[in-house]
């Protein structure tokens, strides 16, 4: 376990390893770097404070628990105005993963409220979005390479990729809207800001390995049906924990402004190849 210290200021232990208090920005006086590069601590720990501890939590539930929610919700009114088979169809699933996302979207914005105007503020943070695009870039240059691995030994895609091909090419302009946007902020709110950052006030490097894994496993599908559909999802994982960890890596570096820039870039792109594949 880390070693803690007492911050000065408010009383509150902390790892003696992060530069500034995490409760209140206090700098760490015994922090190495704190006399050579004062910006940097700042950058890399601000994201600690951006929101209350209460606001980061509440991201990840309602994030996370929340989208479940609002699917079953919007699945209850597709088959309503439907029939109760147009969920099993390509466009109802389609949609009703495209219509939850959007409606996750408002309720995150509306649980911000007016700390929206902090994370706006940080978008005028140039170097932050130039940071998003580099992490973007590595980002798809490893996703790619690790696709072109299992495709050279006949490995298929994961379930979750079959799943987005299928909603991208029933609702091609939609899905830019809203996976390759909307959707990208909502996990970068939830799993970044949310649940990586109330880890992070206390132990970094358990919020790395729980961040990643946890968001890899997302994109897991657990209900398969025989034994080859669990070794191709197991050979996909490593590509979708790895790139949590890409995204967490630019959250850490350049904060929110970074990684839902990173995230956005693939996103955006990934829907582009679909569309001209």
């Known amino acids: 376990m880390k070693e803690k210290i007492i911050c000065k200021k408010c009383g509150q232990p902390y790892d003696k390893d992060l530069g500034v208090c995490p409760y209140c920005e206090e700098v760490n006086p015994l922090y190495k770097n704190n006399l050579d590069k004062p910006k940097d601590i700042v950058l890399n720990n ?74 706006i503020e940080k978008l005028k943070d140039y170097r932050a979005f130039q940071k998003g695009l580099v992490f973007g870039a590595i980002l798809i240059a ?11 030994i006949n490995i298929a895609t994961s379930d979750n990729q079959v799943e987005v091909t299928n909603v991208v090419l029933s609702y091609p302009l939609f899905s830019l809207i809203v996976l390759g946007i909307l959707g990208p902020i909502c996990e970068e709110f939830t799993y970044r800001l949310g649940l990586y950052t109330v880890i992070r006030k206390k132990y970094k490097y358990l919020a790395i390995i729980v961040t990643s894994v946890f968001f890899g496993l997302l994109h897991f599908n657990f209900l398969v049906s025989s034994v080859n559909d669990l070794i191709r999802e197991l050979l996909n994982l490593p590509s979708y ?24 870039l693939n996103n955006v792109l990934g829907v582009y190849y679909i569309l001209i594949s």
């Open 142 to 152: 490893f996703s790619t390479t690790y696709n072109l691995f299992l495709a050279s």
């Open 46 to 119: 601000e994201n600690l404070t951006i929101l209350s501890n209460i606001k980061h939590l509440g991201l990840f539930l309602i994030g996370f628990l929340g989208l479940y929610i609002v699917t079953l919700v919007v699945s209850i009114i597709l088959i309503a105005i439907n029939d109760l088979n147009y969920l099993s169809t390509n466009d109802g699933l389609a949609l009703a993963t495209l219509l939850s996302y959007r409606a996750l979207f408002v309720i995150l914005i509306l649980f911000l409220f007016k700390d929206n105007i902090k994370i």
């Open 241 to 264: 924990i790895l790139s949590g960890f890409i995204l967490v890596y630019a959250y850490e570096k350049g904060g929110i402004v970074s990684s839902m820039t990173a995230h956005i």
